[in-house]
Protein backbone atom coordinates (compact mmCIF):
# COMPACT_ATOMS: atom_id res chain seq x y z
CA UNK A 1 0.00 0.00 0.00
CA UNK A 2 1.63 3.15 -1.16
CA UNK A 3 0.28 6.75 0.66
CA UNK A 4 0.67 9.96 -1.16
CA UNK A 5 -0.01 13.11 1.30
CA UNK A 6 -0.46 16.42 0.29
CA UNK A 7 -1.77 19.64 1.21
CA UNK A 8 0.56 21.05 3.26
CA UNK A 9 1.67 24.55 2.96
CA UNK A 10 1.91 28.49 5.03
CA UNK A 11 -0.70 29.48 6.71
CA UNK A 12 -1.56 32.52 9.44
CA UNK A 13 -2.51 31.42 12.87
CA UNK A 14 -6.50 31.08 13.30
CA UNK A 15 -6.55 29.76 9.43
CA UNK A 16 -7.37 26.61 7.87
CA UNK A 17 -5.67 23.21 6.01
CA UNK A 18 -7.06 20.11 4.14
CA UNK A 19 -4.31 17.64 4.29
CA UNK A 20 -5.24 14.78 2.03
CA UNK A 21 -4.04 11.18 2.00
CA UNK A 22 -4.60 8.81 -0.72
CA UNK A 23 -3.98 5.26 -0.55
CA UNK A 24 -3.06 2.99 -3.78
CA UNK A 25 -5.43 0.31 -2.81
CA UNK A 26 -7.68 -0.99 0.32
CA UNK A 27 -6.08 -4.21 1.96
CA UNK A 28 -7.18 -6.23 4.10
CA UNK A 29 -3.59 -5.66 5.89
CA UNK A 30 -5.34 -1.94 6.67
CA UNK A 31 -8.29 -1.41 8.93
CA UNK A 32 -7.02 2.04 10.46
CA UNK A 33 -6.21 5.30 8.95
CA UNK A 34 -4.54 7.62 10.76
CA UNK A 35 -2.41 11.22 10.92
CA UNK A 36 1.06 11.82 12.87
CA UNK A 37 2.99 14.81 12.74
CA UNK A 38 6.66 15.58 14.35
CA UNK A 39 7.83 19.03 14.63
CA UNK A 40 11.74 19.90 14.56
CA UNK A 41 13.98 18.55 17.66
CA UNK A 42 10.68 16.63 18.74
CA UNK A 43 9.37 12.82 18.83
CA UNK A 44 6.64 11.91 15.98
CA UNK A 45 2.87 12.20 17.52
CA UNK A 46 -0.57 11.36 17.24
CA UNK A 47 -3.40 13.57 15.74
CA UNK A 48 -6.08 11.44 14.66
CA UNK A 49 -7.27 8.54 12.99
CA UNK A 50 -9.99 6.87 11.49
CA UNK A 51 -11.45 3.40 10.69
CA UNK A 52 -12.37 2.24 7.63
CA UNK A 53 -15.23 0.45 8.24
CA UNK A 54 -16.82 1.74 11.64
CA UNK A 55 -16.00 5.06 10.61
CA UNK A 56 -14.92 6.10 14.74
CA UNK A 57 -12.28 8.55 15.07
CA UNK A 58 -9.89 9.52 17.66
CA UNK A 59 -7.98 12.69 17.98
CA UNK A 60 -5.09 14.07 20.05
CA UNK A 61 -6.45 16.12 23.16
CA UNK A 62 -4.16 19.13 21.55
CA UNK A 63 -6.15 19.28 18.55
CA UNK A 64 -9.67 18.25 19.51
CA UNK A 65 -12.11 20.48 18.36
CA UNK A 66 -9.76 22.15 16.07
CA UNK A 67 -9.44 18.74 13.94
CA UNK A 68 -11.61 16.68 11.79
CA UNK A 69 -10.38 13.48 10.07
CA UNK A 70 -12.64 11.84 7.73
CA UNK A 71 -12.69 9.10 4.85
CA UNK A 72 -13.87 8.68 1.14
CA UNK A 73 -13.95 5.32 1.00
CA UNK A 74 -14.62 5.10 -2.78
CA UNK A 75 -11.45 7.44 -2.85
CA UNK A 76 -9.50 5.66 -0.48
CA UNK A 77 -8.48 8.78 0.59
CA UNK A 78 -8.31 10.22 4.42
CA UNK A 79 -8.73 13.52 4.91
CA UNK A 80 -7.81 15.95 7.61
CA UNK A 81 -9.25 19.03 8.28
CA UNK A 82 -7.53 21.73 10.57
CA UNK A 83 -9.31 24.91 11.75
CA UNK A 84 -7.95 27.54 14.13
CA UNK A 85 -4.65 26.50 13.59
CA UNK A 86 -1.59 27.98 16.18
CA UNK A 87 1.62 28.09 15.54
CA UNK A 88 2.46 24.76 17.80
CA UNK A 89 0.63 22.65 14.80
CA UNK A 90 3.83 23.70 12.41
CA UNK A 91 4.98 20.21 11.70
CA UNK A 92 5.95 17.79 9.19
CA UNK A 93 2.48 15.83 9.08
CA UNK A 94 2.24 11.89 8.59
CA UNK A 95 -0.42 9.70 6.97
CA UNK A 96 -0.53 6.48 8.63
CA UNK A 97 -1.94 2.96 8.07
CA UNK A 98 -2.10 0.10 9.68
CA UNK A 99 -3.71 -3.27 11.59
CA UNK A 100 -4.68 -2.18 14.71
CA UNK A 101 -5.24 -4.81 16.95
CA UNK A 102 -5.41 -2.92 20.36
CA UNK A 103 -7.36 -0.18 21.20
CA UNK A 104 -4.19 1.53 22.83
CA UNK A 105 -1.99 0.94 19.69
CA UNK A 106 -3.39 3.45 17.05
CA UNK A 107 -1.30 6.07 18.98
CA UNK A 108 1.70 4.30 18.87
CA UNK A 109 3.80 5.29 14.94
CA UNK A 110 5.44 1.59 15.36
CA UNK A 111 1.95 -0.38 15.39
CA UNK A 112 1.82 1.33 11.71
CA UNK A 113 2.88 -0.18 8.50
CA UNK A 114 2.59 2.09 5.79
CA UNK A 115 3.27 5.92 5.59
CA UNK A 116 3.02 8.72 3.15
CA UNK A 117 6.27 10.91 2.49
CA UNK A 118 4.97 13.85 4.46
CA UNK A 119 3.64 17.23 4.18
CA UNK A 120 4.77 20.55 6.23
CA UNK A 121 2.09 22.61 7.48
CA UNK A 122 4.03 25.98 9.02
CA UNK A 123 1.60 28.33 10.24
CA UNK A 124 2.82 32.23 11.47
CA UNK A 125 2.06 33.78 14.28
Known amino acids: VQLQASGGGLVQAGGSLRLSCAAS????????MAWFRQAPGKEREFVAATSWSGGSTYYADSVKGRFTISRDNAKNTVYLQMNSLKPEDTAVYYC???????????????????WGQGTLVTVSS
Open 96 to 114: AAGRIYYSGSRYVPDEYDY
Open 25 to 32: ARTFRVDV
